[in-house]
């Protein structure tokens, strides 16, 4: 017999697996974070930044600057802080 929010028996069985599934998730996190000493939130956060920097598309110019660099163009090495400063015009 259909759930009244028409709903059959394999979808709720499925539907209730998955929420499940995310409470154990949700819980092991808090706990892994807890011993951690960080909030969740910022933990989130942080992988969020992260999940961000690896997958975002460079721009143009950046894009060409990381061939030319692993290629080895454009590419000016320097033994100090000071040397850099001096190549750089600064």
């Known amino acids: 017999m259909p759930h009244r929010l028409g709903l059959d028996h394999t979808r ?3 539907c209730s697996q998955a929420c499940e599934f995310r409470l154990a998730l ?3 996190f ?3 974070a807890a011993d951690r000493h ?3 939130a910022q933990i989130i ?3 969020m930044r992260l999940y961000i920097a690896e997958n975002e ?3 143009a110019l950046t894009a060409e ?3 030319k660099s692993a290629k080895g163009e454009d590419v000016f090495p320097v033994s100090s802080l000071s040397g850099l400063f001096k ?3 600064i």
């Open 26 to 28: 949700r819980d092991g």
């Open 87 to 89: 190549q750089l015009g």
């Open 12 to 14: 709720l069985t499925y």
């Open 45 to 47: 956060l942080d992988l």
């Open 38 to 40: 960080r909030p969740a």
């Open 65 to 67: 600057t990381l061939r």
């Open 57 to 59: 598309t460079p721009n």
């Open 30 to 32: 808090i706990s892994v």
